[in-house]
């Protein structure tokens, strides 16, 4: 298969079981609005690209993909109800997400905190679905709320806030990257070699690969701020200057963005060289993402 035909097989993978994950609910239900909220992010598409690597890092460490399935919706939990989130007036006040109004804009501020509440809380129930060994169930539950929390996700968007319309520098701009973009793509990773049972040597090189990739996700996002268009990213750009926010290109320049983009790409392909099976996919998957478009 080439690196689109697997990418495609995984993602279909994860949307049949995320269709499966939000039950039906009667629309008279009282209840009814958030499960409705909940869905509407979590089923808008995206390119799925966290479960996806989950998938294919437990496939990586010689087990069956799908065994990764419950720890990869529970990324994408994670992930969806931090975009509803970082969306709302009090965060980025954006009004576009993947082509779509974004939550609040379709449904109200509050049952838009509380769909990413619910996914939040869901994801978890989702990782402890996993059919395996319980203890990598609890490893896997584990990695995902520390690389979500205050030390991960939630600390890089405490910086991101705290940070806009100051001076703000490299480092702090690697230390705000960590956690807003590299720690869950990391969880993913991790969280895919712990699902084929893994050991620890595993998910030092699933962190180092997803260290190289996020970072150079992110900067590549930065690019794509400055350059990109808004119809084929499915979201504004530009907020990054209108908010008076410091990224890598207003730092560095395009040219030396890009540089740094390919650099962390390399430190991705580096870490694959810890794993005895085939690494062509995500190999590939790094390479894509250094030169994507969206």
């Not at 035909?5 to 609910?25: C, G, I, K, M, N």
């Not at 437990?58 to 931090?82: D, I, K, N, W």
């Not at 584990?142 to 991960?152: D, E, F, K, T, Y």
Request: hydrophobic content about 40%; overall charge negative; some cysteine.
């Amino acid at each position: 298969m080439t690196m689109k035909e697997t990418f495609e097989r995984y993602r279909l993978l994860v949307e049949d079981a995320l269709s499966q994950t939000l039950p039906p609910h009667d629309p008279e239900e009282p209840d009814a609005l958030v499960w409705q909220s909940m869905a509407y992010s979590l089923q808008a598409g995206g390119k799925r690209i966290r479960p996806v690597m989950a998938l294919a890092f437990c496939a990586l460490c010689g087990s069956q993909p799908e065994r990764a399935v419950p720890f990869a919706c529970a990324v994408e939990m994670v992930h969806t109800y931090s975009l509803i989130h970082d969306d709302l007036p009090c965060m980025d006040d954006d009004d576009l997400r993947r082509g779509k109004p974004t939550n609040h804009k379709v449904y109200g501020e509050a049952m838009a905190l509380l769909a990413g509440d619910g996914l939040l809380t869901l994801a978890f129930e989702a990782a402890l679905r996993f059919d395996g060994p319980a203890q990598d169930a609890l490893r896997g539950a584990r990695v995902l709320a520390q690389c979500a929390g205050a030390s991960g996700m939630v600390g890089g968007q405490c910086i991101d806030l705290e940070s806009q319309g100051k001076t703000a520098d490299l480092d702090l701009l690697w230390k705000m990257d960590q956690g807003k973009t590299v720690a869950l793509i990391s969880a993913a990773c991790q969280m895919g070699c712990i699902a084929a049972g893994a050991g620890e040597k595993a998910l030092e090189n699933a962190r180092r690969y997803a260290e190289g990739v996020g970072m150079a996700f992110q900067i590549r996002d930065d690019i794509l701020d400055v350059l990109g268009d808004a119809q084929t990213l499915g979201k504004n750009v530009g907020m990054d200057s209108a908010r008076d926010k410091r990224n890598y290109v207003s730092l560095l320049g395009v040219e030396e963005a890009q540089r740094r983009v390919d650099s962390y790409t390399a430190q991705a392909l580096k870490a694959l060289e810890g794993f005895q099976g085939d690494t062509l996919f995500l190999k590939e998957l790094a390479e894509s993402l250094a030169t994507r478009d969206k």
